[in-house]
């Protein structure tokens, strides 16, 4: 009997090591432990370390871990958080023997992601280079140092490279594990997942890290209104100027407040909030292109499709394809 019980369903391995940040085993766990469609759990998920037993963390506790290196070769999906223990991948550029032992049995094709620094691993293993990838901006002059061939992007949440991803602090190990769920399943069931779990359900990957940001003046939420009358009129030409009416300020001050309280420009919040709309629309209904196009407000067909294959690098009739077969009980990976 192999580690996982369930063969229907998507099996996730989170490889920890000593020094471990118990919130970020807990984030993988979270997230695809309470993914569901129709009551049916849509994840398992395993915790694993190079060598069986204790592992330190960098609190006053402990994690007995019973699985070895045997749950990396059965994963679909390998998630390795940080550790604040150093080892050779943080101070030569080198993978230790036991943790190169254990990554080398992970099968070709298996989905590989990172939580913080645990992308040091990834790049140590050489899984990054030639790739883009973040980390911990705090980390970021060292992982350059170490790693030159990494595409370092020091000031986004999360990077997707197909394969491999990596994400930078710990929020944005939710925000990377959400992504993936939207990847497998679909907007609504990671958007259930946030809901379960009191967190946004989308920030985008691009969207900067919060590095030496002022903190927002008592009272911010000053935006809040203008973000509750746009969602309510999607399918609307929405201008900037309309928004900053909603909250009587002037264009200026509102994209500053927007900013300060949202992380991201107001018109690339909006996009994004289309997009969603859109991949909802596309998921749950069979509705023409045209349609959903205009009900998440792209206006036209071609404008839908310009923006769809920009942000996710698939057309809508492919996305929408891909989530029929889900939905009829094929696994998305």
Known sequence: MGVFQHPGRHRVTVLVRHGLLPVELGIPHRVFGVAKEAGERLYEVATCTPEPGVVRTDTDVTVNVEHGPEALAEADTVVVPSAHETDESWTSGRLPGPLAEALAMIRPGTRIASICTGSFVLAAAGLLDGRRATTHWDAAERFRRLYPRVRLEPDVLYTDEGDVLTSAGVASGFDLCLHMTRVDFGVAVAN???????????????????????????????????????????????????????????????????????????QRWLLHQRLERARHLLERSDEPIDRVAAEAGFGSASSLRMHFQAALGVSPSAYRRTFAGAAAGSSPR
């Open 192 to 266: 259930r997942v946030a809901r379960r779990s009191v967190v946004p359900p989308h920030r985008d990957g691009g969207q900067a890290q919060y590095i030496e940001r002022p903190v927002p003046e008592t009272g911010a939420a000053a935006t809040r209104r203008a973000r509750e009358w746009a969602l309510a009129r999607l399918h609307e030409p929405l201008t900037l100027r309309q928004l900053a009416e909603c909250e009587a300020m002037s264009v200026r001050t509102f994209t500053r407040r927007f900013r300060e309280e949202v992380g991201t420009s107001p």
